[in-house]
Each structure stands twice: as structure tokens, then as C-alpha cells.
């Protein structure tokens, strides 16, 4: 069992970002987004919609104390969550920059939520202030086990920051009412919007106790079983949240037992916590058909519903996937939740299987539509992230409603920028993994990774994305018996054999030495590896090159050195998607290139030539030191002598140009105008 002050480590303890891009981004999600959000849910920020959050929790408090209420709960049924969202947040950030003054801010946030927790452990204060004798009787809309999930991570980061068992304690009651509740009292259900399954595993893990991770394997067994369940539970109750239509069982993934299902569908959030907690599943259990249905979903997604920038969820009816190969740009939905959802399914199914095309797709995820999501500045945040914008009529038409031209403050629903800003400061613990007795680098990023328990430290030196040099310099250190326990994904690693470089699959050339000399190569798509005279044997299999550590570091200190080159490429689209027919989009490493107005002007004349050859152009010093990339096309000029004409039968002359493009991630940075990921070619 967990003790108070035995802290529990993840690999953001160990690794600890330091200069160029994630730096960047963990500094605007230390002082400002996480500020922010801390000043939004405690209403204190005028001109943004109001989030009731914290107030919530003080009425559902005093509302348990004093018997006093007037019924009142502001923001939507999920409100909790942001508060949730905000703890897990505020955690993770304490590790990687210590403030007291911050903690003691937690703190004082526990003690409000905890004098909101009923004394059977139940926690949710729109039941609390306004249904009290209405728990559990609407899964599918309440969410009260979507919060109870987010709280539950919450609980677990506080915990593994910190060392304080404060969050833990409460959140540990709440999964025991849960329990009671699912278990003991055999109650059926599960909740209409996954979370707490994956978060339950994660509990399971702190704690050291079973249960949990049972409690969220019975969620997924039991789902889809009867797929009229909601049904069911919307004629049986007098009152709804969202209207009484019934409702279609694909949306909320129980059209059938989870180890059925192959392809994704509904509420694309839903969706990707869901399967995250089945690859969890799958792996804890060792349930060979979960793990099967982990694998056809996985295939579905990114063969045929996942855009280009690691997005998923094409229209804003429902939030939800629609069908193969349905793809539009300029309507698409892609949440920035969703995307960061496919991330940890990524995550989740690299532990199940160990292969490197899982953090392929989890990079493209984050390096895109995740980091899209929020301005450079991290004021504002793009729930929505399309492909193309269109101005006077994104954001602004029916059909374009949810596609804003411009980041807002704030949400009502405000899921997305907690979600973002959780994602950077818990970056270390998706660049990083220990198992199986190997370190592994999934994702470039400049810090030193000090592993007391294997005897090593890792300084690791990066201009990545923007260059493809990747520089380790091992150091061996004095060994100490702690030991890593990452509570998203795997426990109990003592010990580094080996260290597993990540060779993306983008780069088609390669070149990784180590001490200087040359051991592996990729030319053309072909992997060599060289003889390399060590006493161990390196190999290269499933997109990992994986290197015995122990020569590495026997003299005390080693060295090895990645090149990629980053590929600067133009992609094509299957031509099933009718959006992108006849176009191409620009791609250099992980990141989607998109043309915008501010350096193009009108970009929806722009064309670029078949032939054209990309090439990087100036480096942006108002984008964060992006590159930007030039490719030669040309302009649709207006229709001679009638510029207005909506039709011609007279052919529009075209203007050479040298169009430019930027980072999808920095796009509208620099004012409102069009945008476009997916260029026609000429
Ligand atoms: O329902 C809770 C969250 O709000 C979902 O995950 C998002 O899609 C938004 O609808
Ligand atoms: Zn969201």
C-alpha cells in the first residue's frame, strides 16, 4: 500500500526538459496556461465565460455541512472535470518546476473538493447541488464517471508530484463507492463517456491494488453486452440532460462487447479513452481478444479515418468519426481532446506491442492537431482544428459553426486547454519508457534523463523538429534502489539492459553511430547495421535500433548519435478522399506544413507544381524559430475584365509563385485569414 511522502516516479521525474522547442511550450504551460486556468475556474478572469467550477465544489461542501441550498450548479454536467483537469496539470508541472507557493494552492483546491466528497465517497457535484436522489441513473449524459476519471488521474499525479496521499485518499473513496456500487451491489452500467476505465488502471497501479484494475476490465466487459443499455436507462428515468432521443449505441462504443469492435466509431473522445483502457486492458490481463480488438480499431483509424495531422473526428455532428475515408477539410472536427485521446491509445498499444509505428502516429498526433490547439502565446485555444479555413464563413455558417478562424479565451466547454496543457507537462512521460528491461526513446526532445536505479544519466541534445540531429551522451552514475513506477503504463523496471532508439518511420535515411563510429544506416528506406565490435549484438526490429548499454557506458561515458533527415516531402492522399482529390500536402519530419494568408495573401488560388521540390526557407522568429518551407506553384489570377464573375468560359491566366508554408501547429498566429493543409497541385 501507498505511503504518505513515498513518492511514486514517473519518467517525468527523471527527465527534465531543458532548452529549445518543449522547453518553449512547458514555460507557456507553467506561466501562463496553467495560471490562467487556475484564475478561469475560480471565475476570476472578467470578459470569459463563466466556469462555476471551484464555486461548485464550495456550495456542494457547504450544501453537506449546513443542509443549505438553493439548487444552484453553474457550467455544463462535466464541470468537475476542468478542476480535475487543472490538478492533474498543476501536478505534473510541479515536478518539472517546483513551487511551493503553487502546491499549497493545491492544496487549499483539495480541501475544497474533499469537503464536496459525501461521506460514502461519492463525488460529483451536479448530483450533489441539484439530483441527490439521481446518481448513477444516467450514465450515458451525466458523466459522474467521466469526472470521477479525471479526479482519479488527478489523485495519481498529485500523488506521484508530490508525494501527498491528500488527492489520492479522496480519490481512492470515490473508486470504492464505485466499486461498491458496480461490484458489490452488482448495479449494471458503465459510463456513457469512457475515462475512468483508463484512470482506474492508473489507480490500480499507485496503489498496489487489484481491485481498481478489475473494477475497470468489469467496464469494458460489460459494455456493448446489452447495446440497448442506454436505452433502457433513458425509458426507465423521468429526466435527461441533453433532450430524450434515443440514442444510437455506436455513438458511446456499445454496439457490441468491446472485443468485437473494429471499427471506430461515435464520439471520437469516447472512442479514443476507450480503447486506451482496452490496450490497458489487454496488456494487465493478458486478454488476448481485447488486444485483438485493439489492433482492427488501431488499423481503422489511421488507414482510413485519421487525418493527416494526427486528428480524428470528422464532423461536428455528434463529435464524432462518420466513415471510411470521409475526410473534410474545412468541416472537420478534430477536437484537440480527440487527438490527445489517439495519443495515449498510441501510448498504450507501444506498451502492448512494443512497436515503434504506434509513436509514429502518436507524434504526428501531438506535433499537429494537439499543438494547434493552442496560440504561442497559450491565451488561446482552438477546441476545433481543421485543415482549411475560410474566412466570413469558418466559424461563422451553419455547416462551419465549429470551426472558429481565430483561437477564443475560453470555452464553455472548456475540456480542450486543460487537456493540452496536462499533455506538455507529462511530455517526459510519452518521450520515455522502461520496459522489458529497455530504455526506450520515443520522442526527440533536449533534457538530461538521470535513471539512478539503472546507474545512468542521459543528455540528450536536440534541435528536433526542426532538426532531424538527435545527440545521447551516457554517463554512468552511482546506482540507488529506487525504483520507476510509471502509473500510465508499466511499473517495476529496476533495471536498463538496453537502450531502443526510435528510428521514425518518415526517414527514409538514417544514420545512428555510436562513440563516432558508424553502426546503423538507413538508405533509401534499406536498414544496414554495421559491425559494430561490441560484445553484445545490436538489432533493429519493429522501427526500434536497440543497443546493449552496457558497452555503451563501460568506460564511464558514450556517446550516440542520431541523424535523420527529415524528409522534406509532399504527401498524397488516396483518392477515396474526396476533399484532398488531386492535391498534396507538404510534410518535413513530424511536422504538416500548411500556407497561410499572412504570407501568402489569397491562398485559395494557390497551386503548387507537380514536380516542385519543397525546401526549407527562412526560420521564423515571430513563430518560435519555426522553419518555414518554399514550393514553387502558381497563383490563379481573376477571371480578365470581370473580377467578380462567379463563372468564366474564358480560362483565368495563372502567376508563377514561390508559395510558403509554416508549420500547421503555428498556423493563425498572425492574425485571421485562409488556410490550407491540402494544396491543389498543377
Ligand atoms: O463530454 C466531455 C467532453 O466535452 C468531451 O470529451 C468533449 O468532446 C466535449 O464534448
Ligand atoms: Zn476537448
Redesign the pocket.
Known sequence: MTKENEKAPTMNHFFKVSGSFWKFYQEIAVKNIIPYQEKAIHDEIPGIEKSYSVKNFILAAEKLKYGKTDGTFGG?V?QD?DVAKWLEAASYSLVQYPDPALEQRIDKLIEQVAAAQEADGYLDTYFTLKYPDQKFKNLHDA?EL?CAGHFIEAGVAYYEATGKTSLLNVVQKLADCIYQHFIVEQNPGYSG?PEIELALFKLSRATGNSKYARLAKHFIDVRGVDSRFFNKEMESRSWNVWGAESVDPKYAQNDKPAKELSVATG????AGYLYTAMADAAKTFGDEELAQACRRLWQNITQKRMYITGGIGSTAHL?SFTADYDLPNDTAYT?T??AISLMMFARQMFRLEGDAKYIDVMERSLYNNVLAGMQLDGKKFFYVNPLESLPNISGIIPTHKHALSARPGWFG?A??PPNIARTITDIADYAWALQNKTLASLLFIDGILTLPQAGIKITQSTNYPFEGAVCYSFEKIAKTSSFVKNAAGNIEETEAENFALRIPGWAKNARISLNGKTIFKIENGEAKIFNTELNAPVSYAKGFLTIPLQPVISAGSGKIEASFDLNLRKVYCNSKVASNSAKAAVMAGPLVYCAESADNGDVLGLRIWQKAEPQFGAVCSDLGNCRKITVNGVRQLPFAGNEEALYSDIAPSYQEVSVELIPYYAWCNRGEGEMRVWLPLV
Open positions: 455544463m462535466f472535470s458523466h467521466y463517456h464520439h471520437a473522445v469516447r463529435e477536437e481532446c480527440a466547454c475540456c480542450c
